[in-house]
């Protein structure tokens, strides 16, 4: 096979379409190779330049053929203008660069875009693209030009707003006003409808469009009838029957959203047609019966299929039943004119996504699986959910180049080595343990691709190249326009609440875990938990119960202490209560709660990434999201957020404060050039700043996240197997045993949770962490127990692609000899202890013999 190039393998592909659609190739070849530029000449052995979101391989083309009646298919190309080097900002550049060629070329007119063109424009786009185009090439007339603008380009928050004004704007408000009349409420938070597109004709005449499209996750046919019903002549029957063949049901649609579309023009007070486009590949198991859906549809239109067939031909020479995603979408237009029918073809430049065997597809579930052009960090629009490539197995989407020799010590040796570090496993040497699961902190393996970029590590001491690109990943993950990097979360904790609380104020969160709560305490704040009531029974299946209570939170924020409260810190997952993950309608709601209230709204992000899968898994609004999307959302909440890069950074060191506010920022960044180094390294060197923009990448890969987050749930169930509890659900980061539910024979003073975590380490050199009452307890001055915990828990905190099924095996055999006979395990008082963070150095000793009665 000869390598190609991208224009060269699109050229071939666009020149077949033009034949089928009738069309001299000249100018839509010319202008395809424009819109490419620097990345046309690229070979396709090289990844794309760019994650395009056009297609799922982010091929940044994709073809459509529009059927009318009367006349020939019209050919459509969608296509993203790539900057040099590509990024959010340089792309949009580059896209007002060739409409404005264009304009000139060929006379469009483009007085309207020039209305709305500045609400669309900015130096940091967020969301998935800021700006594309639709070419439209019909039979002997000169080429149509469509611009498609990012209506979430300034947040999803102000996307409501951006299109009302832009709509005002065009002469266009009352036909928007009378679409919210009729209940349409698009980009509403807590709703599943969003604001996807914004789009403009650029041409002249009674029928220049603009049309506004929603995605409705999780939708019914019914929800869709009810939406499409504001605009004149839309047959809900018609709707219904439509998604029934392309899509093979009515809902609900839970893979890839149902997109509706509204037409308006300058000449009506409401919207004056309504297009409906199902994504075909979530609902099909292979292109063959996409392909016989899509046939079935052009015959009941009155339009001839062999035309799809050519057109396909065109495309790719291969079986239709060796992949799934070629034909991507297929709409129906109502107008006007109407109806008509539109397929849209993928180009597969770099992927062909394999078919879904029809005995492990559940309905919606949109799989696509990365052939060999694919590359590590590439991340994909829509969600991927893990399944097996056998029923019962799921494979780690990696394989282990390098190894370390693990330690197995003597059952004395262990025993003296725990009494040597005061019965405290913070005390142990790592050598003197065989699997270590004190902390997921700093602690997993990083990849080939991170070690590689570490190579390229830039140690300058002011402006490291390795700085700009750690500043590009995050600004492009959190879209906050302040960053500065620290060596650790903790790090960031000191300086963002040093400058950010007042003596006597509250930090209110969800749960703080401890360094937070320490930092507070020293910022000479107060830290206050509202966790939600699921989290008080640990065996409730709830799947959020990481939230913080609502309304605990407004009655604080409306009460007597209400001025005291100077920050709301939401902690993602919650890791204080059992690894549990928050939703984003929590995040929604405390948002809007800071909000009126005044009150500044920051995330502890350190788990983010696994906080946007189980969100992805548990919240339906969210399942077609990719985890890159959801984090990216929940970042967008909040005003600021402090990072540790040590969990889903993939690195063993680092983290960063991310901020909205200037006036936050400079305060901030003071405290941080004093203390931790210069604005552009934070105490982090060149390779380490490397590694974590890579982590970064990879950190929110499906096929990761999957896998990790499987692995878990199975240890989970072989330590229930084993007789031993867990915090239900499982998270993904940790398990947390119930060392009260197993030792009932030891009292909170005697510390169940400690005297678990030291059985494991003395029957099979395990260590991990308690978190019951020596951890969370209130002590007096003699270190004897005044208040315990609410739970006595052990933590198996989970490091990153280093452990396999049978180490964790090992971890459930020894669990199993322990809950034989729990009675054997000894509880232990405090010798001595720190006034703060007690845990980390506190030295203990086994406790003397109960007195029977």
């Known amino acids: 096979m000869v390598d190609l190039s991208l224009v060269e393998h699109l050229s071939g592909q666009l020149a077949r379409l033009s034949e089928v659609a009738g069309l001299d190739p000249g100018t839509p070849l010319d202008l395809l190779t424009r819109i490419l530029g620097t990345a046309g000449p690229r070979p396709l052995t090289e990844p794309p330049v760019w994650p395009s979101d056009v297609a799922d391989d982010h091929t940044p083309v994709e073809y459509s053929l529009a059927f009318n009646r009367g006349e020939p298919p019209t050919l459509r190309i969608l296509a993203e203008a790539l900057g040099s080097p590509p990024d959010a900002r340089t792309n949009l550049a580059a896209g007002h660069r060739f409409l404005d060629e264009q304009a000139r070329r060929f006379g469009l007119p483009t007085s309207r875009l020039e209305q709305v063109r500045d609400l669309f424009s900015t130096d940091r786009p967020q969301g998935e693209f800021a700006l594309w185009h639709s070419l439209v090439f019909r039979h002997r007339r000169p080429p149509e030009f469509k611009v498609y603008l990012n209506p979430e380009i300034h947040g999803v928050d102000r996307a409501p707003g951006l299109v009302a004004e832009a709509l005002h704007r065009l002469g266009l408000g009352r036909s928007y006003r009378n679409l919210l009349d009729h209940g349409v409420r698009p980009g509403e938070l807590g709703r599943r409808d969003r604001l996807t597109f914004f789009a403009l004709d650029l041409h002249d005449g009674p029928h220049t469009r603009v049309k506004l499209y929603l995605s409705h996750h999780g939708a019914e046919v019914r929800d869709v009838i009810r939406s499409a019903g504001v605009v004149d002549g839309v047959d809900g029957a018609e709707l219904a029957d439509f998604c029934a063949v392309a899509g093979g ?44 859906r899509v046939a079935a549809l052009l015959t009941r239109y009155g339009f001839d299929s062999a035309q799809l067939d050519r057109a396909i031909a065109a495309v790719t020479p291969r079986s239709l039943r060796d992949g799934v995603g070629l034909i991507a979408h297929v709409s129906l237009r109502l107008g006007p004119p109407r109806p008509g029918v539109t397929v849209y073809l993928s180009a597969e430049a770099y992927r062909v996504s394999p078919p879904r065997p029809r005995h492990l597809r559940t309905p919606g579930d949109p799989l696509t699986v990365p052939d060999g052009r694919s590359r590590p960090g590439q991340h994909l629009r829509y969600e991927e959910r893990v399944v097996s490539v056998h029923p019962r197995v799921t494979l780690p989407p990696y394989r282990i180049k390098v190894v370390e020799p693990i330690p197995f010590l003597t059952a004395e040796q262990r025993r003296q080595a ?84 007042k003596p006597g104020q509250l930090c209110v969160s969800n749960t703080h875990f401890d360094t937070t709560h320490a930092n507070v305490t020293l910022a000479g704040a107060e830290p206050r938990d509202l966790p939600c009531p699921e989290a008080a029974d640990l065996d409730d299946p709830a799947p959020f119960k990481g939230n913080i209570d609502l309304v605990a939170l407004e009655s604080l924020l409306t009460g007597p202490e209400a001025p005291r409260v100077g920050l709301v810190l939401m902690t993602i997952t919650n890791n204080g209560l059992g690894a ?30 696994e906080n946007a899968w189980l969100v992805g898994q548990r919240e339906p609004a969210y399942r077609d999201w990719t985890p890159r999307q959801i984090a990216a959302r929940a970042f967008a909440l909040a005003d600021g957020c402090v990072v540790s890069l040590k969990k889903d950074g993939l690195s063993a060191i680092g983290g960063f404060i991310g901020l909205r506010d200037d006036i936050l ?33 990879e950190v929110v890969d499906p096929a990761y996240l999957g896998a990790r987050a499987a692995a878990t749930a199975r240890l989970a169930q072989m330590i229930n197997d084993a007789g031993v509890d867990t915090v239900q659900p499982p998270g993904i980061h940790a398990l947390y045993l119930n060392a009260g539910r197993l030792l009932p024979h030891l009292a909170p003073h005697e510390f169940p949770g400690h005297s678990l975590g030291c059985q494991l380490y003395l029957d099979g050199g395990i260590r991990c962490a308690e978190l019951g009452s020596l951890y969370l307890g209130r002590m007096d001055e003699r270190h004897q127990l005044v208040s315990p915990a609410p739970f006595e828990l052990v933590r198996l905190a989970i490091p990153r692609r280093v452990y396999t099924d049978e180490h964790f095996e090992y971890v459930a055999a020894i669990l199993a000899d322990i809950a034989k006979d729990p009675e054997r395990v000894q509880g232990y008082r405090i010798v001595s202890s720190p006034p703060l963070l007690r845990h980390f150095k506190v030295r203990l000793a086994p406790a003397a013999e109960r007195v029977a009665g």
């Open 249 to 292: 049901r009515t809902g609900p649609f839970d893979g890839r959203p149902l997109v509706g579309s509204y037409t308006f023009t300058g000449d009506a007070d409401r919207p004056v047609g309504y297009s409906l486009y199902v994504p075909i590949r979530s609902y099909v198991s292979d292109d063959e019966e996409a392909r016989d």
């Open 418 to 501: 725990l009494a040597d570090a005061g019965y405290n496993p913070f005390n142990l040497r790592a050598d003197q343990i065989t699997i270590d699961l004190l902390s997921d902190s700093g602690t997993g393996a990083t990849s080939a691709a991170q070690e590689a970029a570490a190579a390229l590590g830039d140690e300058s001491y002011a402006g490291a190249r390795s700085w700009f690109r750690f500043l590009d990943e995050v600004r492009d993950l959190t879209g906050y326009p302040h960053i500065l990097p620290v060596h650790q979360g903790r790090a960031g904790e000191r300086v963002l609440f040093g400058s950010l609380l």
């Open 580 to 609: 549990q993950p928050v939703s984003m309608a929590n995040l929604e709601a405390v948002r809007e709660l800071c909000r009126r209230h005044r009150v500044p709204f920051f995330l502890d992000a350190a788990r983010f990434a």
């Open 665 to 697: 920022h400079a305060a901030c960044e003071a405290n941080l050039i004093a203390t931790e180094g210069f604005s552009t390294y934070g105490g982090l060197a060149g390779h380490d700043l490397e590694r974590l923009a890579q982590g970064l990448r």
